[in-house]
Nanobody, 117 residues
Framework: QVQLVESGGGLGQAGGSLRLSCAAS????????MGWFRQAPGKGRVFVAG????????WYADSVKGRFTISRDNGKNTVYLQMNSLKPEDTAVYYC??????????WGQGTQVTVSS
């Protein structure tokens, strides 16, 4: 089993920045891909960003491309999401996820991000 614990959410202002962290523990040798999804009020959970095992390959949803940056520190078993140029529509619960060859095998508890205009 792998446990994922997010931190760093909170209240941000439009145009500002927040940084999320997700620390993995347990059987981390069973996972490679890590990423972030988000769920806005009344909507489904959607992909935000993903990163390969090495950290070299990254993927982003069109809605955050150029504003968000995902990275990982394998020595710390931690993945980060740097969120810049925040918009009110970025308001959501952000979930860290991990798996082998894809997402969704494991999920964190979620962290709330609220962006005020």
């Amino acid at each position: 089993q792998v446990q994922l614990v997010e931190s760093g959410g909170g209240l941000g202002q439009a145009g500002g920045s927040l940084r999320l962290s997700c620390a993995a523990s347990g059987s981390t040798f069973t996972i490679d891909t890590m990423g972030w999804f988000r769920q806005a009020p009344g909507k489904g959970r959607v992909f935000v960003a993903g990163v390969s095992t090495s950290g070299v390959r990254t993927w982003y949803a069109d809605s955050v491309k150029g504003r968000f940056t995902i990275s990982r520190d394998n020595g710390k078993n931690t993945v980060y999401l740097q969120m810049n140029s925040l918009k009110p529509e970025d308001t959501a619960v952000y979930y860290c996820t991990a798996g082998r060859g894809g997402y969704g095998a494991y999920w964190g508890q979620g962290t709330q991000v609220t962006v005020s205009s």
